[in-house]
């Protein structure tokens, strides 16, 4: 059983350029969230999707994007880089917690975004 | 105020040693709670849910006090494996499963 895998794992761009980081979900999960996490901090909520539709948003700009495809993966799109974007991206999911079940989110191994 | 706070540490014990952590949250609606641990450069991975009767799994005891409004992880009889973040962490249902973290305890164990 595959757990969550996200690409690429490491990626170096320059300011204002434009990235796009993907994730597959767990088998069985079909909502998928976004995190970034800086150096030395708790990772922060980007936003999570479910039903390929932005079901919840953290305090990010619009400048970060996302989406999600029927087959449940999702990607994250970032534009007009930043140096502060710089940051360990991570994806969780997680069954529908309309199903009843916890809220536990199984995190991939992230994908490490340097903005130089 | 962040709404999920932690000492950062780092804490350094010896091996052996009983090691506690304290994590508060500022938002009564908090429904669900977790401890998460983070390896060097790596993904957060769950370590124990708390509930309110507080859990258990081996040395590691979860408690959580609703009216103080914070969650506590305690490490018996540590071992060098043990050395990580030890991440906080709160849900609140109506907000559809958000994940609100602490920044991190950094622990680590000495021989």
């Known amino acids: 059983d595959a757990g969550v895998t996200q690409s690429p794992t490491h990626l170096i761009k320059t300011r204002g350029q434009q990235v796009t980081l993907r994730c597959s979900p767990k088998s069985g999960h079909d909502t998928v969230s976004w995190y970034q996490q800086a150096l030395g901090q708790g990772p922060q909520f980007i936003f999570q999707?479910?039903?390929?539709?932005?079901?919840q948003r953290g305090n990010f700009p619009d400048r970060f994007s996302g989406h999600q495809f029927p087959n449940y993966s999702s990607e994250l799109n970032v534009n007009a880089l930043l140096l502060g974007d710089s940051a360990l991206y991570l994806c969780?999911?997680?069954?529908?917690?309309?199903?009843?079940?916890?809220?536990?989110?199984?995190f991939g191994p992230g994908t490490r975004l340097t903005v130089l | 105020r962040k709404e999920v706070e932690q000492d950062p540490g780092p804490f350094n014990v010896p091996e052996g040693a009983t090691v506690a952590f304290n994590c508060t949250y500022s938002n009564s609606a908090s429904q669900s709670f977790f401890w998460y641990r983070q390896d060097c450069r790596k993904e957060p991975k769950l370590l124990m849910s708390?509930?309110?009767s507080g859990n258990e799994d081996g040395r590691f005891t979860a408690q959580l006090n609703r009216a103080s409004q914070y969650i506590s992880l305690l490490i018996r009889d540590s071992k060098l494996s043990d050395s990580a973040t030890y991440l906080c962490?709160?849900?609140?249902?109506?907000?559809?499963?958000?994940?609100?973290f602490g920044s991190g305890t950094r622990l680590s164990i000495r021989p």
């Open positions: 969780a999911s997680s069954p529908n917690p309309g199903t009843g079940g916890q809220d536990t989110q199984y």
């Open positions: 999707y479910y039903e390929e539709e932005e079901r």
């Open positions: 708390v509930y309110s």
């Open positions: 962490a709160v849900t609140r249902y109506s907000s559809a499963s958000k994940i609100i």
